[in-house]
């Protein structure tokens, strides 16, 4: 598997920790060129690579860092999204109102046509999701949700293999909508710092 993150904002960054920290190889992306990331990228650690958001679309699972806003630009990237896995660590706060009451995630999956697509890593600040997952034999806990029940299996791998304790939600408007927004509330599980003794 390959991996990319795309937007080395607060939330990629904080990632991109948790790749370094188990020497799994991840390529970092934006809208500036890799250049002006990769000083960052090196501080990280030497398996976090700066590439141009192109480059970096050539990873198998992708995922988003980006304001809920830039999405589309992302999606627009690549012509086709057919056997990608996309994660959607964005968050929607306040909901737009051009959601039109459908979780933010499904929201975003419009766009990224033939994609497996999963919520995950969204609902903890950057600052903590950037610390060790792994605290006094307990595992951090991150959520995943999906409309596809396939999409979330390689996605639950990856999380152990960063040191979390994954736990399936189910879809994206069922366990999905407690790390979902709505309105100007945000769903019940954001925020909740958990950690469970066995992945
Ligand atoms: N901050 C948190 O604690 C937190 C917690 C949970 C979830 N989130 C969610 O995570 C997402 C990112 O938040 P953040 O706090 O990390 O934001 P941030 O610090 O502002 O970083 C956003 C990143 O996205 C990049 N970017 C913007 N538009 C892009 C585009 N069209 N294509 C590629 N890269 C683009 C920016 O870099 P360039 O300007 O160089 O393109 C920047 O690296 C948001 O959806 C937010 O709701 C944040």
């Known amino acids: 598997m390959s991996y990319a993150i795309v ?5 990629g960054q904080a990632l991109a920790h948790a790749f370094a920290r188990k020497n799994i190889e991840v390529t970092v992306a934006s809208r500036r060129p890799p250049e002006g990331l990769a000083p ?12 141009s958001l192109r480059d970096a679309l050539e990873a198998d699972t992708i995922i988003l860092a980006v304001p ?13 999204w057919e056997g990608k896995t996309v994660i959607d660590a964005m968050n929607a706060f306040p909901v737009p109102e051009e959601l039109d ?55 639950a791998a990856l999380a152990k293999q960063l040191g979390f304790a994954p ?27 958990l950690f469970k003794k066995e992945q």
């Not at 409309?147 to 299996?153: N, Q, V």
């Not at 736990?167 to 954001?190: D, P, Y």
């Open 68 to 80: 809920f806003g830039e999405h589309r630009e992302v999606a627009k990237a690549l012509p086709n």
């Open 40 to 51: 960052q990228a090196g501080m990280i650690g030497p398996t976090v690579v700066a590439k």
């Open 167 to 193: 736990v399936k939600l189910g879809k994206l408007n069922e366990g999905g909508a407690l790390v979902h927004a709505r309105g100007r509330t945000w769903g019940q599980l954001i925020f909740q710092d």
């Open 101 to 155: 009451g459908i979780p933010s995630s499904a929201f975003v999956a419009k766009s990224f046509t033939g994609a497996k697509f999963v919520k995950g890593f969204n609902h903890l600040i950057a600052a903590t999701l950037a610390t060790d997952p792994i605290v006094e034999g307990g595992h951090r806990v991150v959520f995943l949700s999906s409309d596809d029940e396939d999409a979330i299996a390689p996605v």
């Open 7 to 11: 937007g080395f904002g607060k939330i």
